[in-house]
């Protein structure tokens, strides 16, 4: 680890954890719902992907065994604030087959698989990207594996972490070369970078209100400088 750039690392976090405050994330009520919600909100807002969420429980299928069972043409109506509703249809019942059958339904026993081995399981299914993957991983799994969005992308690279356009395992080695793995910081750093993505370093930066344009007189975003 670079000692340098591990401090730096743990003080934006420490600046926007100040401003925010603790995110509890993932926002769902189930382990389960957790996975759903990581297919669903593929490209498209967590607003979105939450509605269509709602609209499977309340429609009594929010279940691994329901959705194994159901006709994607029953799962896509209910998921249409999702976007892409007919592939992610088929998305929710492929994963949900491979969750009942493999896994027994259980997050627990999903859990004790090794990660590398999970995650190259995970990306096996159709339709699931490294983000998605890695989103179950931490989130439900509560294994150290950093996710990364366009917000991680977008952020670092106006500091300088990272080159502009970098590629997810580029920007995911920027954490895990340089911080402990600990599941419970990865899980509420990638939520701060929500966060401040979604609300205020959009593609026209908020500059004036972000609370790590300067961090400690020695961090500084290079985007909005004089």
């Not at 949900?96 to 859990?111: H, L, N, S, T």
């Not at 699931?128 to 952020?155: H, M, N, Q, S, W």
């Not at 395992?169 to 970078?193: G, K, M, S």
Request: glycine share 6%; aromatic share 10%.
């Amino acid at each position: 680890m670079a000692a340098t750039l591990t401090g730096d690392l743990i003080q934006i976090y420490e600046a926007l954890f100040a401003a925010f405050g603790h995110q509890h994330w993932w926002p769902a009520r189930t382990p389960f719902e957790t996975m759903i919600g990581a297919i669903l909100t593929q490209n498209v807002s967590w607003t979105n992907a939450a509605q269509a969420v709602r609209s499977l429980e309340d429609a009594g299928i929010l279940d691994p065994h329901l959705l194994a069972a159901a006709d994607t043409a029953e799962i896509a109506p209910l998921i249409v604030p999702s976007r892409y509703y007919n592939q992610k249809a088929e998305r929710i019942r492929e994963f949900a087959r491979v969750y009942v059958a493999e896994f027994g339904a259980d997050p627990a026993a999903m859990a004790t698989v090794e990660t590398g081995e999970l995650r190259e399981r995970l990306l096996a299914l159709r339709g699931f990207g490294k983000e998605t993957a890695d989103t179950i991983l931490l989130y439900v799994c509560e294994k150290p594996v950093f996710v990364v969005d366009a917000y991680t992308r977008r952020i670092f690279s106006r500091y300088g972490f990272l080159p502009e356009g970098a590629s997810y395992d580029l920007t995911q080695r920027l954490f895990a070369e340089n911080l402990e793995p600990d599941a419970e910081l990865f899980n509420d750093y990638h939520a701060q970078i929500v966060r401040l993505g979604n609300t205020i370093c959009r593609k026209s930066p908020l500059c004036d209100r972000c609370p790590i344009r300067e961090v400690n007189g020695t961090l500084r975003c290079a985007v909005g400088r004089t």
